[in-house]
Every structure is written in C-alpha cells, then in structure tokens.
C-alpha cells in the first residue's frame, strides 16, 4: 500500500488525480446527492451565458459539459494531463480550449475572459494561500468579471471523514483509490464568513454563498478600476 500526502496542488496533487483520472466521476454517482446535482446543473449554466470562460481545474470536464453549451468560449485549466484527456472525450466543441497549467500561475498576458468557474478546488487551497490564489485569479480575469467557486460541504456519511487538522488549521482526509493506493488530502471546508473574507482581502466585493445540503456557491465579481480623480 502507498501512502502520500497530497497538498498545495503540488507534484503530489497531481499525481494523485492522474491516477484517480479514470474514477474520478463515480464521485458524482453517490445516491444522496442526485438532487443536488440536478438542482445545480440547473443553477450553474446561466452564470455563464455568453461570457468568455477561465476554468480552474477542471479535472474530467464534469462541470464543463454544463457551461460548454451556453458559453461564447471557455478556457478549462488542469494540472494533470490524464484527466484532460477524459475531458476532451468529452468533444464539447471547438469554442472550449484545453490547458494544462497551475492555478497560482495562470496565464494574465490577454485578460479576456470576462468569467471564472472554479470546481471542487478551492477546498484544496491551503488557508494561508486563499487570497494569493484569487489575487492571481483576479489578474487573469476583465474588470468586473464573474467568479463562481463551487465546492463540497462537510456531511457526515457522505463525506470522506477527516483524519487530521495540521499546525496551520488545513484539515485533511485519508483517500484510497482502485489501485490499492491511499492518499492523505488537503481539504478544507470554509464557512461563509471565511468565504466573504478571503475574497475582500483579495480586494473584491463580497459576492452571496448559495448553499445544498452537499454542496455550496459563491459568486461574485472582480474589482473594477477605480474612477478617474477617485481613489478606492
């Protein structure tokens, strides 16, 4: 049995998820969230309606299938190749664009995009890297673009039970995948007023938290330039 710890979406993040790549939607198959599924694949298309679309981990492409459709373009990040390739299985059309890259490194040459979607990856950022990951985010992004970060709430016989809280107050689940391998996981599971403080003092507006009973969202949107002769 091989045991790693995977954190700060480093080589052993990546590692962990290219060996998950092709188990990795069974996630989605769990009888007691269906309706939450359901109500959110409902809920999350129209965010989206014809913005430019920066991705962040987008993993298999799960959540992709449901923006792809309503986007004008969408741009879908991953650290790990192997679940790109489950993603561009997917052929959800020319308009979306496949990238491996690192979500504290995106790309900020064009600042097109004028929306972001992160799934099920702000969990896996460190407390003390929230603001770092969305101040880069937000320089990626067009004044005034759209930000929805979905991710997991914490249910008892639902979730992956913790195993450890470590010295900086990330909390930490123990995976095991098909091939026999266990994975200790950075996972965090943030409440609204952390949600709201992080993306202040990453100097943005506080945005609304919609919540499932196994999931929750928060959207909001990133600064804009300060007026002429005004200062923020």
């Known amino acids: 049995m091989k045991d790693s710890d995977v954190g700060q979406g480093g080589p052993e993040m990546r590692a962990y998820y290219a060996a998950r790549a092709e188990e990795y939607d069974a996630v989605y198959c769990k009888s007691e969230r269906q309706f939450d599924l359901r109500a959110i694949e409902a809920w999350l298309p129209a965010r989206f309606a014809g913005a430019q679309v920066l991705e962040i981990a987008c993993g298999t492409g799960y959540w992709t299938q ?62 003390a890297r ?48 098909r091939d026999g391998s266990v994975h200790r996981i950075l996972k965090n599971f943030p409440d609204a007023q952390e949600l709201h403080a992080a993306v202040r003092q990453a100097g943005a507006a506080e945005g609304s938290l919609t919540q499932w009973p196994h999931y929750w969202a928060y959207a909001y949107c990133t600064p804009q330039p300060a007026a002429p002769g005004h200062s923020r």
Do not use: K
Not at 70 to 97: F, I, K, M, N, Q
Not at 144 to 172: E, H, Q
């Open 66 to 127: 449901f923006i792809a459709p309503v986007a004008r373009s969408v741009w879908a990040l991953d650290a790990a190749p192997e679940t790109l390739r489950v993603a561009r299985a997917r052929g959800l059309g020319a308009h979306v664009h496949w990238m491996v890259g690192d979500a504290y490194a995106l790309p900020m040459a064009t600042r097109v995009w004028d929306a972001a979607f992160a799934g099920f990856w702000f969990s896996h950022v460190p407390q």
């Open 130 to 177: 929230r603001v770092e990951f969305l101040a880069g985010l937000h320089a990626s992004l067009a004044p005034g673009a759209r930000v929805v970060l979905l991710d997991n709430r914490f249910v008892a016989g639902s979730s992956t039970p913790l195993c450890d809280t470590d010295a900086n107050g990330d909390t930490w689940q123990r995976r095991p995948l």
